[in-house]
Nanobody, 123 residues
Framework: QVQLVESGGGLVQAGGSLRLSCAAS????????MGWFRQAPGKERECVAI????????HYATSVKGRFTIARDNAKNTATLQMNSLKPEDTAVYYC????????????????WGQGTQVTVSS
């Protein structure tokens, strides 16, 4: 089992920045691909960023490309999502997720999830 806990959410003004962290425990997440997802009220959960187990390959949703950066530190069993130039439409609950093997865009491919952290961007 892998336990994931997100932190770093909060309230920020449009144009500001937040850094989300995901701490893993239970077993090492080395060799696990990681993803960040978000879900706004009344909307489907969407994948915003994924990263390979090595950290050498990253991909982003077009809505966040150039503004968000996903990274990981396998030695610390953490993954981060640096969010810059935040917009009100970024408001959502953000989740980190993990799966063994290749990174994927579908939430169905992920077995381990954090509890979520709220990000609210005011205008």
């Amino acid at each position: 089992q892998v336990q994931l806990v997100e932190s770093g959410g909060g309230l920020v003004q449009a144009g500001g920045s937040l850094r989300l962290s995901c701490a893993a425990s239970g077993r090492t997440v080395n060799r696990y691909a990681m993803g960040w997802f978000r879900q706004a009220p009344g909307k489907e959960r969407e994948c915003v960023a994924i990263i390979s187990w090595s950290g050498g390959s990253t991909h982003y949703a077009t809505s966040v490309k150039g503004r968000f950066t996903i990274a990981r530190d396998n030695a610390k069993n953490t993954a981060t999502l640096q969010m810059n130039s935040l917009k009100p439409e970024d408001t959502a609950v953000y989740y980190c997720a993990a799966r063994f093997g290749m990174a994927a865009w579908s939430e169905k491919d992920y077995d381990y999830w954090g509890q979520g952290t709220q990000v609210t961007v005011s205008s």
